[in-house]
T-cell receptor, first 110, second 121 residues
Framework: GENVEQHPSTLSVQEGDSAVIKCTYS??????FPWYKQELGKRPQLIID?????GEKKDQRIAVTLNKTAKHFSLHITETQPEDSAVYFC?????????FGTGTSLTVIP | GAVVSQHPSRVICKSGTSVKIECRSL??????MFWYRQFPKQSLMLMAT?????????EQGVEKDKFLINHASLTLSTLTVTSAHPEDSSFYIC?????????????????FGPGTRLTVT
């Protein structure tokens, strides 16, 4: 099955700085890679996603890059704000199912 | 929109009893729903894929006789934790995918329910 690794597990940045979270996956059949933000006690919310036919996607302060050859993808958040503080999960999908990374707890220090 | 609800939001039960959790897609149809389990400060672990009108597909290591899944309609899937034990205490989250949703890059997204906090005493 698919195995997704995510780093770092915790990340603290100053407000305004950038944050980068990296994930690797094992199944070459994975073709969809979403990123979810989860606040404490709440449901995961999709923040950005990328399909395997695209190398990069950007949505305002958030961008995702994908390297299919190396089987890794990254989330980039620029100009971080305190409200960006949350746990972020990457996922890889080889079909219907999503397999999630272990999560990154991001803290943005005002 | 794409709203998924879960009921109950919290449940406490005694060891040895069974608990049923409902997952509903409120404004769309979902042939496929998914059940996840999340321990505190940990990731979402996929337990099973719930298929409308057919048997669920369980991930390796998940006991199908303990976690019974029924997907009786296009808007409802239920997870029953049978003979619950304290180690079953966890946060259970469901998700659903839309039927026939076509867009240039979408149609892959899963919409998550708010989760159910199960505590077994």
């Amino acid at each position: 099955g698919e195995n997704v690794e995510q780093h770092p597990s915790t990340l603290s940045v100053q407000e305004g700085d950038s944050a980068v979270i990296k994930c690797t996956y094992s199944d070459s059949a994975s073709n969809y890679f979403p990123w979810y933000k989860q606040e404490l006690g709440k449901r995961p919310q999709l923040i950005i996603d990328i399909r395997s036919n695209v190398g990069e996607k950007k949505d305002q302060r958030i961008a995702v890059t994908l390297n299919k050859t190396a089987k890794h993808f990254s989330l980039h958040i620029t100009e971080t704000q305190p409200e960006d503080s949350a746990v972020y999960f990457c996922a890889a999908s080889p079909g219907n199912q999503f397999y999630f990374g272990t999560g990154t707890s991001l803290t943005v220090i005002p | 929109g794409a709203v998924v609800s879960q009921h109950p939001s919290r449940v406490i039960c005694k060891s040895g009893t069974s608990v049923k959790i409902e997952c509903r897609s409120l404004d769309f149809q979902a042939t496929t729903m998914f059940w996840y389990r999340q321990f505190p400060k940990q990731s979402l672990m996929l337990m099973a894929t719930s298929n409308e009108g057919s048997k669920a597909t369980y991930e390796q290591g998940v006991e199908k006789d303990k976690f019974l899944i029924n997907h009786a309609s296009l808007t409802l899937s239920t997870l029953t934790v049978t003979s619950a034990h304290p180690e079953d205490s966890s946060f259970y989250i469901c998700s659903a995918r839309k039927v026939g949703f076509r867009d240039s890059g979408r149609g892959y997204e899963q919409y998550f329910g708010p989760g159910t906090r199960l505590t077994v005493t």
